[in-house]
Nanobody, 121 residues
Framework: QVQLVESGGGLVQAGGSLRLSCAAS????????MGWLRQAPGKEREFVAR????????QYADSVKGRFTISRDNAKNTVYLQMNNLKPEDTAVYYC??????????????WGQGIQVTVSS
C-alpha cells in the first residue's frame, strides 16, 4: 500500500529555514508527480508545490514562490521541500502527496500523515 512519511518539521523563528522530507513506498515513485500541501488551523488544505516524475517541472503556490523549493531523489524514493525565509503565515500541518493523474491536472490521490511546521514571530 502507499506509504508517505514526512519528517523535518518543527518550530522555527520567522526568517528561518526548514527542510521537509517525505519517504515514499508502495508505488512506482519515479513514475508519479509528487507534491506538498498544507493546512492551517481553521483553513482548508491548500496546494504548496509539486514536481513532475522526472523532476524537470515544478509548480508553486504564489504565496511560497521564491522562498520554497521542491526537489526529489528518485533513487531514494524521497521528495523534499526546502523552506526559506519562513513567515508566521506558513504555520500549518504539511502533507506529502502523490498524484496519479497527468501533469495538466493538479490533483493528489494519497497523502501522508502530515507534519507540523510552526513559525514564531
Amino acid at each position: 500500500q502507499v506509504q508517505l512519511v514526512e519528517s523535518g518539521g518543527g518550530l522555527v523563528q520567522a526568517g528561518g529555514s526548514l527542510r521537509l522530507s517525505c519517504a515514499a513506498s508502495g508505488f512506482a515513485f519515479s513514475m508519479n508527480t509528487m507534491g506538498w500541501l498544507r493546512q492551517a488551523p481553521g483553513k482548508e488544505r491548500e496546494f504548496v508545490a509539486r514536481i513532475s516524475s522526472g523532476g524537470k517541472s515544478t509548480q508553486y503556490a504564489d504565496s511560497v514562490k521564491g522562498r520554497f523549493t521542491i526537489s526529489r531523489d528518485n533513487a531514494k524514493n524521497t521528495v523534499y521541500l526546502q523552506m526559506n525565509n519562513l513567515k508566521p503565515e506558513d504555520t500549518a500541518v504539511y502533507y506529502c502527496a502523490v498524484s496519479i493523474t497527468a501533469w495538466a491536472r493538479n490533483e493528489f490521490r494519497y497523502w501522508g500523515q502530515g507534519i507540523q511546521v510552526t513559525v514564531s514571530s
